[in-house]
């Protein structure tokens, strides 16, 4: 993912009626900020701000954007401002509030409630330097809720894409909260495709790096178990277009044997198949597998790949803006 090269805003700035505290995280599409609100609440405020179409210098407040970049920057504008439209509407305790969005300095701005905790991606490299993994005990109650939270991202027609463990927050009483949609980046994919798309590699699905894959509920699927993947082998998955040349995978996953249960290994090898219709169609069915007790007497069933596609058509039509 491109980094960030844009200057922060300054601590203290007030933008309606939200004041910066400082900057939590940036990447290559946005930069966060702790903020305050008038009553003194902490929000996250997350800003769009795309590397590659837009540069700000220190001590300014609206980047700058060349008249060539302009109708793209637009675009991803629209899809940013269409995305917490979507997630404003949804209210789960494992998907992220959005409280506000609103314009200034140029740009879009989306407030999000701020929580307190850390990521799962920094308690996998805590538990990696330890010489450690997570246990089995731990990893399945974080990812039913998790599938909790992005089953009703998919009932109100968004589509994640991005999901890996740096956007899978813990709270400080261990629940976990989906973070950082990416639908945005999907939509710059589908609608400027001079734009390199953004995504993860080892955690994005093989239709990501296509500009004529499907997506559905298949492709979060895949990110699911690239994510459990990274939590019971301390790294991320080998990226899906290098696995379409040289696939490392089942092997990786078979080191996995003897850890875990043959259950959650199988179920990961059930995420992360490259075809899509060997993958699962449905987030419930891997939902009712994880909430099996260790040991069940059960395996991943192989979906058939009739209408596969067909289901995710207002999915894919929403998430892309």
Known sequence: MAAQNNAALP????????RIVKKIASGGFSIVYL??????????????LPSALALRQPGELA??????NLPVFRIGLKCFFEEGRALARIAHPNVVRVLNFFRANETVYMVMAYESGHSLQDYIGRQRAKGKTLAETMIRPIFIQILNGLREVHANGLLHLDL???NIYLRNDGTPILLDFGAVRQGFN??????TPMYTP??????LYSKTGGLGPWSDAYSIGAAL?????GSAPQPADQRRKDDQMPERIDRLEGAYSAELVQLVRWCLKLDVPERPQSLFALQKLLQEPIGAPRAAPTPKAKNACAASTTLRRKSNC
């Open 202 to 207: 080892g955690y994005a699905p093989p239709e």
């Open 190 to 195: 589908e609608d400027v495709p001079k734009l």
């Open 11 to 18: 601590d203290g700035l007030e933008l309606a009626g939200y």
């Open 229 to 233: 993947y990274a939590c019971m082998s």
């Open 35 to 48: 903020a305050e609100d008038a009553d003194g609440n902490p929000v996250a405020l997350k800003e769009y």
């Open 164 to 166: 890996k463990p740096a």
């Open 63 to 68: 980047p700058a954007i060349s008249k060539a």
